[in-house]
């Protein structure tokens, strides 16, 4: 049996599986090339992420805060599209009020069922 060429999700309920997990982050895709998942800071939260080996993509779907990669500070809030390049550090700090992101890594690894 092959697997299927494409998947389709909704933001409504990504997000609510995030919410459920109780966890900031929940991956919802994972291919060889590419994952996807949410992540969620409340206001007030200490974003405790590292450097990642794969570049990747920030969405700000709500809330708002500050984002520093490397020796660069941005304010962002809904609508906000971040690339941060592989290795690079960055975080979100100053977070005012909570913020739900969607998040594209540009290798995922391999595929979860």
């Known amino acids: 049996m092959s697997k299927p060429r494409w998947k389709h999700f909704t933001l409504e309920d990504v997000v609510a599986r995030q919410r459920d997990s109780q966890v900031p982050y929940h991956e919802f895709l994972r291919v060889p090339a590419l994952s996807c998942g949410i992540y969620h800071l409340k206001a007030g939260a200490k974003d405790l992420q590292h450097p990642h080996d794969e570049d990747e993509v920030y969405y700000v779907l709500s809330g708002s805060g500050r984002v520093r990669i490397e020796d660069e500070e941005r ?39």
């Open 75 to 113: 304010q962002v809030g809904p609508g906000s599209i971040l690339y941060v390049q592989a290795t690079s550090e960055h975080g979100f700090f100053e977070i005012d009020h909570d913020m739900t992101l969607l998040v594209f890594f540009a290798s995922g690894g391999p595929d979860v069922p």
